[in-house]
């Protein structure tokens, strides 16, 4: 018997949704959250804990009272049930997380902070090598600011902020200006030196140590939940 599934305005047969989702590229997706739930389903949660996620659901989507949230479920075709189930799920990847890394978390942190910490760095970029060398000696030897030198002539978008970049995480930063960064102390003026087809000279302005707060244990946690999940897709 074949049955139909009403997905506004579309209506489709049962039959009909999987070659959709191979169609649709959504078959990776649906495999990764299936991968999820069996790793999920020995947590539980509590009424109180589900009804206190659920108000946390509607709060975070700015739908504070009751008709508000009502009209919001219908435009989705959802129940006060799916909200309980969402919620009940994130609830439980949260304690999945907590109880398999929540304990690896310190020593992930140490290993990854030195791409973590953020640093302010002034640049100017070029590729022409005598220049970048003779700005380099105008700098030193204090006949121009760096910031007036990097609106004249340098060619990357730092033109437009007198050479300022950051603050931002040294893992974001090209791996070999990042290694020259993290060696230096704020204000060392370094002598340029090549990257791909341009000349940089690069100046620490400030350096920016992360802590281990709550927000950053939170992406830490992500980041091994996602490891973890790539893995097992593999």
């Keep these: 018997?074949?049955?139909?599934?009403?997905?506004?305005?579309?209506?489709?047969?049962?039959?009909?949704?999987?070659?959709?989702?191979?169609?649709?590229?959504?078959?990776?997706?649906?495999?990764?959250?299936q991968m999820i739930d069996r790793a999920i389903a020995p947590f539980a949660c509590t009424e109180s804990d589900i009804e206190m996620a659920c108000e946390q659901f509607f709060q975070q989507r700015q739908l504070m009272s009751a008709q508000e949230r009502q009209t919001w479920l219908a435009q989705r075709g959802m129940t006060?049930?799916?909200?309980?189930?969402?919620?009940?799920?994130?609830?439980r990847i949260e304690m999945f997380k907590q109880a398999t890394w929540g304990h690896k978390v310190e020593s992930y942190f140490l290993k990854r902070k030195s791409d973590l910490d953020e640093v302010v760095y002034s640049l100017i970029r070029t590729t022409?090598?005598?220049?970048?060398?003779?700005?380099?000696?105008?700098i030193q030897d204090g006949e121009q600011s760096f910031s007036d030198l990097a609106r004249r002539y340098s060619q990357g978008l730092e033109a437009y902020t007198g050479g300022i970049h950051g603050p931002i995480e040294l893992g974001l930063i090209e791996p070999n200006l990042a290694q020259l960064l993290?060696?230096?102390?704020?204000?060392?003026?370094?002598?340029?030196?090549?990257?791909?087809?341009?000349?940089?000279?690069?100046?620490?302005e400030a350096l920016i140590p992360q802590r281990l707060d709550q927000a950053m244990r939170q992406r830490l946690l992500q980041e091994l939940f996602e490891q973890w999940l790539q893995d097992q897709l593999r």
Excluded: K, W
């Design 1 to 33: 018997m074949t049955t139909s599934v009403s997905i506004r305005p579309e209506v489709f047969n049962t039959e009909d949704i999987l070659p959709l989702l191979t169609r649709y590229q959504m078959l990776p997706q649906l495999h990764r959250e």
């Design 80 to 91: 006060v049930e799916d909200v309980e189930a969402i919620a009940s799920r994130l609830l």
């Design 128 to 138: 022409d090598a005598n220049l970048i060398q003779e700005l380099f000696f105008r």
């Design 182 to 204: 993290r060696t230096s102390r704020p204000g060392q003026l370094h002598f340029p030196i090549r990257i791909e087809t341009c000349f940089v000279m690069v100046r620490l």
